[in-house]
T-cell receptor, first 112, second 113 residues
Framework: DAKTTQPTSMDCAEGRAANLPCNHSTISGNEYVYWYRQIHSQGPQYIIHGLKNNETNEMASLIITEDRKSSTLILPHATLRDTAVYYCIVLDYGGSQGNLIFGKGTKLSVKP | EPEVTQTPSHQVTQMGQEVILRCVPISNHLYFYWYRQILGQKVEFLVSFYNNEISEKSEIFDDQFSVERPDGSNFTLKIRSTKLEDSAMYFC???????????FGNGTRLTVT
């Protein structure tokens, strides 16, 4: 079962920042926070991941709280093409082959 | 940017027939996966494969399913005798190291009639 809680859906205006929250209150010290998205039945697309520190790449920023019980994915300037289902997944490499377990995610709708 | 490639994009088959879904993972990757997504439902893990053997499999991956890496580039999923409930999108994924992100293909839509 997914170990994260995300809102079912969110709206964002085009050009504004999209802030997608995720709760992972039972996260353990070895578990990474991963974000993927799925655009209309395409394959899931990797966005970003982190362990403790905030991370930024060309797609997004990941803000992880100090206690690591929640995180926020930030798309700084959302476009219509960012409309997708966003998945927050916690993953421990120690005891597995790194199999991602997907929940229901957040359906982000970017509106003009 | 290298991609995971899946063929065909859409496969229609009759119930009881065998089907093989094909994937070409990213060339230097060593870990291979199959996932499926029934229409309107979550993406579900099926199987992981490393060093020419299955590493882990889910309850979904029963005796009707098998995977193979027949050569240095392809990774296949075979369903021996398809059922109506096997209709789904099947996604192949790969990664190069144990703690690397997974990269997914765009899937094969399997329709069993």
């Amino acid at each position: 079962d997914a170990k994260t809680t995300q809102p079912t859906s969110m709206d964002c205006a085009e050009g504004r920042a999209a802030n997608l929250p995720c709760n992972h209150s039972t996260i353990s010290g070895n578990e990474y926070v991963y974000w993927y998205r799925q655009i209309h039945s395409q394959g899931p697309q990797y966005i970003i991941h982190g362990l403790k520190n905030n991370e930024t790449n060309e797609m997004a920023s990941l803000i992880i709280t100090e206690d690591r019980k929640s995180s926020t994915l930030i798309l700084p300037h959302a476009t219509l093409r960012d409309t997708a289902v966003y998945y927050c997944i916690v993953l421990d490499y120690g005891g597995s082959q790194g199999n991602l377990i997907f929940g229901k995610g957040t359906k982000l709708s970017v509106k003009p | 940017e290298p991609e995971v490639t899946q063929t065909p994009s859409h496969q229609v088959t009759q119930m009881g027939q065998e089907v093989i879904l094909r994937c070409v993972p990213i060339s230097n990757h060593l870990y291979f996966y199959w996932y499926r997504q029934i229409l309107g439902q979550k993406v579900e893990f099926l199987v992981s494969f490393y060093n020419n053997e299955i590493s882990e499999k889910s309850e979904i991956f029963d005796d009707q399913f098998s995977v193979e890496r027949p050569d240095g580039s392809n990774f296949t999923l075979k369903i021996r005798s398809t059922k109506l409930e096997d209709s789904a999108m099947y996604f192949c994924a790969s990664k190069n190291r144990h703690n690397s992100p997974l990269h997914f293909g765009n899937g094969t839509r399997l329709t069993v009639t």
